[in-house]
């Protein structure tokens, strides 16, 4: 089972979806179905790469002359988390009827470049499938096509092909210390490169994923992101483009350059500390919704951060964790936000107690495993930075719910009435939180994976 | 040499931000082209005569002095990413021009603090 099924029929479905209008109901029903497809493919492939990665080596060269394609654990679980998210936000939006010819197309379009840059193992490739990436959620982040979108648009393409930039330069460095653009082989011949070096490339690489997670002194983009672009394309951003940021950081962190964040850790700790602490704090008593969710979106990316810097297989169980829980939170709360209904509040209830870490949603194991690694590292500070987050979590997400959604109730605003997809969503997240063996199984195992170092 | 290609890879990239600065979106554009070439100019430099000790493909007689001929592929990658993304910029600030008659960012953000002025408040939940 290569990792070229899921990649080959995602590329097939954008294809085929760039030459139909993707106005029509049957379209949108058939662009469901294809997503649907390349879900079953990367769980495909996930089934029978339990016994170690899935890899190939494209054109049939070896391993350090072509272009590896890897699907193992850290990558399929981002994966499957991805085409998840873009398939429950586009049956959204399906289900609230299409405004633009382009939009199935962009979304699978989307989806071929998240699965590319998750199950590839060539930092060059990476590079290559994240530009399509950034291409179709560019595109994305106009759909709507009015002023505010446009304006929303221009920011996130703005600030993220300035992180572009920074990467093509961390790449190239990369290439020029060790000779090679292949994971593995980076990873055996960072030992022999001068650390002083590789920390300036690590740096690089922080900048560029931390642009795209929306991490402390990189994050003033989101506000004006998050409140400006669609619902349904917010959920994607935040639910799935945003992971690509917290995939580079464990992918390039723990496997690619585990000896330089060893060294960093201590500025890691504190840019992650204060991003969730920044991001807690701004959330409070926000206009707009939008807003609330990207100064979450901060503050998640601040654990994420500082559960990479904590290190071992806890601290990186636990950023996985919290990614996890994050996007499904993010999604469900950015489809509501212009829904209204006893079944939609209950959904963002529901979602809003996930993000504050409230048992039994997927969010409570996140803070549950990032309270342990901070614990086992016997980091006192930390555990009192992501304490005081998640209190202040508490308080904003009880402040949105309050606001948004209590207070709104009975008022004829939109009410867009299809709330199946954030129920689904909220339902995913109560559910994994009841019963957590697959959420924390999947973690350990590819803390693990990644701690043995590549297969 | 590689101090003079160091050289211009900085100047590049610091014309590029300072561009990006710019509240002009047109500007901004060029700024972003300058900074994708600069990372591109960057990427090349890094294979100019590393010191491979084997040339790849025929032997001469002085291969240290042989380009790597990987990071010139991924930079002809790297040229047409760009091309297309600055084509996609091009047409956003195109469509932002006839929204709003400007490209200024400060037309922009007043438009967008009239839009939010207008739109109803949350009710303070107490």
């Not at chain 1, 054109?59 to 350090?64: I, L």
């Not at chain 1, 509040?345 to 809003?352: I, K, M, S």
């Amino acid at each position: 089972m290569t990792p070229v099924l899921p990649l080959g029929v995602a590329f097939a479905a954008a294809l085929a979806l760039t030459l139909l209008d993707g106005r029509r109901r049957w379209v949108g029903v058939l662009a469901i179905a294809l997503h649907g497809a390349t879900l079953a493919a990367l769980v495909l492939v996930a089934t029978h790469a339990a016994d170690g990665a899935a890899e190939t080596v494209t054109g049939g060269w070896p391993a350090g002359l072509g272009i590896r394609l890897r699907a193992d654990g850290l990558g399929l679980v981002f994966a499957v988390l991805a085409a998840v998210v873009l398939l429950l936000a586009l049956a959204d939006e399906v289900a609230l009827g299409i405004r633009s010819r382009w939009f199935p197309a962009l979304v699978a379009f989307l989806l071929v470049g998240l699965t590319g840059v998750f199950l590839t193992a060539d930092a060059f490739n990476f590079y290559v499938f994240f530009e399509i990436t950034m291409a179709a959620s560019f595109a994305l982040g106009s759909y709507g096509a009015t002023a505010r979108r446009l304006r929303a648009a221009w920011v996130f393409a703005a600030v993220n092909l300035v992180g572009s930039a920074f990467f093509l330069v961390g790449v190239g460095a990369l290439y020029h210390l060790t000779g090679t653009l292949d994971f593995p082989q980076i990873a055996a011949r960072a030992a022999a490169v001068e650390p002083g070096s590789l920390a300036l490339v690590g740096a690089i690489f922080l900048a560029a994923f931390g642009l795209k997670l929306g991490l402390f002194p990189f994050h003033a983009w989101a506000p004006a992101v998050y409140r400006g672009t669609d619902p349904a394309v917010a959920a994607v951003l935040a639910g799935a483009v945003a992971n690509v940021g917290s995939y580079g950081l464990l992918r390039f962190g723990v496997e690619v350059l585990p000896a330089t964040v060893a060294t960093g850790a201590p500025v890691l700790l504190v840019l992650g500390g204060l991003s969730a602490l920044y991001g807690g704090v701004l959330a409070r008593n926000r206009r707009q919704l939008g807003e609330t969710l990207a100064y979450s979106s901060i503050a998640q990316a601040g654990f994420v951060l500082a559960a990479i810097a904590v290190g071992g297989e806890a601290g990186v169980a636990a950023a996985i964790t919290v990614a996890i829980a994050s996007s499904l939170a993010k999604a469900a709360l950015f489809l509501l936000t212009t829904r209204r209904g006893a079944l939609g509040a209950v959904a963002f209830a529901a979602a809003a107690c996930s993000v504050a870490g409230l048992p039994p949603t997927a969010g409570f194991l996140a803070k549950l495993q990032l309270f342990r690694a901070a614990i086992l590292a016997g980091n006192a500070p930390l555990l009192a930075v992501v304490a005081g987050a998640s209190a202040l979590s508490f308080l904003y997400m009880f402040q949105a719910f309050q606001r948004h959604v209590w207070a709104a109730a009975g008022a004829d605003g939109e009410e867009r009435r299809p709330r199946a997809v954030p129920v689904i969503l909220a339902l995913g997240i109560v559910a994994l939180g009841a019963w957590p063996e697959p959420l924390l199984r999947a973690g350990a195992a590819v803390a693990r994976e990644l701690a043995r170092g590549a297969p | 040499m590689i101090l003079l290609a160091a050289l211009a890879v900085s100047v590049l990239f610091a014309a590029g931000i300072y561009l990006v600065l710019q509240p002009d979106a047109i500007r901004g554009i060029a700024g972003l082209l300058l900074l994708s070439n600069a990372a591109i100019l960057f990427l090349v430099v890094a294979g100019a005569g590393t010191g491979r000790r084997r040339a790849p493909v025929h032997p001469v007689e002085d291969a240290a002095a042989a380009a790597d001929p990987l990071p010139q592929a991924l930079a002809l990658t790297a040229i047409v990413i760009g091309f297309a993304t600055t084509a996609f910029l091009v047409a956003l600030v195109h469509r932002l021009q006839r929204a709003h008659d400007s490209v200024d960012a400060q037309d922009l953000a007043r438009a967008e603090e009239e839009e939010l002025e207008r739109e109803p408040r949350p009710e303070e939940g107490e």
